[in-house]
């Protein structure tokens, strides 16, 4: 008798996107994005956290404030950092978001060839942002899925009895 209750390929992917989100250090939002192929292989991974050599520990993560001393004009978001993590062209794949992406992601996510996007939150819908990042990808075509759920994922540690 084999597993019947194994994951859906969209609670899996959406559940790796919660495990990427786990690795970001702002403290407000953490998000995470995978990048899927038409075959169900996974194309590329991402989280929203700092360029490569901009510190954590010098960079803000405040959301108020003088411009330049908050976390906006520094931080990647987890859908671009995705896309410029892969080594493979983009065209046909679907990317797994936790939240919807904001119109900077969706430009880039239309130019990268990716035709899918399945997230799960959408509680910034009434942004302008928002809403000018569904008038583009609309235009271009994307397919736009929401998940009929929300993932809930827990990783803990717990005594490794193999450890002698
Ligand atoms: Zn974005």
């Not at 992601?105 to 569904?134: F, L, M, N, P, W």
């Amino acid at each position: 008798m084999k597993r019947e209750d194994v994951l859906t390929w969209d609670e899996y992917f959406m559940g790796l996107a919660h495990l990427s989100a786990k690795r970001s250090k702002d403290p407000s939002t953490q998000v995470g994005a995978v990048i899927v192929s038409s075959e169900h292989r996974v194309v590329s991974i991402g989280y929203n956290g700092f360029p490569n050599g901009c510190s954590d520990d010098e960079f803000p993560w405040d959301r108020e404030g003088d411009f330049g001393n908050t976390k906006y004009p520094y931080v990647v978001h987890a859908e671009l950092n995705a896309i410029l993590n892969s080594k493979h062209d983009l065209k046909g794949c679907s990317i797994y978001v936790s939240l919807f992406p904001c119109n900077e992601c969706a430009k880039a996510i239309i130019q990268s060839g990716i035709s899918r996007i399945v997230y799960e939150s959408d509680k910034y819908a009434h942004t302008e942002g928002t809403i000018a990042s569904k008038r583009m990808l609309r235009s271009a075509g994307v397919e736009l899925v929401q998940l009929p759920y929300a993932i809930d994922l827990q990783v803990s540690r717990k005594i490794n009895p193999t450890i002698r």
